[in-house]
């Protein structure tokens, strides 16, 4: 179980910075910016190998998100659903697309 502070700053390419630091921290260890008043916490609560994580927006929601979390997971309450993703999801579809072998496109 964890609670650290999210930096979301953008980075000079423009992509977010997404680091997790350690809650007495000033500043991000990645991209070096102070965090101000408005910080947002990542939750991160692991039991029994599922791990659940969460963004909030101040610290007193994120230590009540963790206790729920916690609680459901180990009564197996919290439904974690675990996604997996066809290998070929339109595999007959895209194959009618492509030209067979000694064909001409």
């Known amino acids: 179980m964890a609670i650290q502070i999210y930096c979301d700053?953008?980075?000079?390419?423009?992509?977010p910075c997404k680091t997790?630091?350690?809650?007495?921290?000033?500043?991000?260890?990645?991209?070096?910016?102070?965090?101000?008043?408005e910080r947002k916490y990542r939750v991160c609560v692991s039991v029994k190998g599922?791990?659940?994580n969460r963004i909030v927006q101040n610290l007193?929601?994120?230590r009540e998100v963790?206790?729920?979390?916690?609680?459901?997971?180990?009564?197996?309450?919290?439904?974690?659903k675990h996604h997996k993703v066809d290998r070929y999801p339109d595999?007959?579809?895209?194959l009618g697309a492509i030209p067979?072998?000694?064909?001409g496109a």
């Open 9 to 15: 700053r953008k980075l000079e390419d423009g992509k």
């Open 20 to 37: 997790s630091n350690a809650l007495n921290a000033k500043k991000c260890s990645r991209c070096g910016a102070e965090f101000s008043r």
């Open 50 to 52: 599922l791990r659940v």
């Open 60 to 62: 007193t929601i994120a």
């Open 66 to 80: 963790e206790s729920t979390i916690k609680g459901d997971l180990v009564r197996g309450e919290y439904d974690v």
């Open 91 to 94: 595999a007959e579809r895209c």
């Open 100 to 103: 067979a072998m000694g064909q």
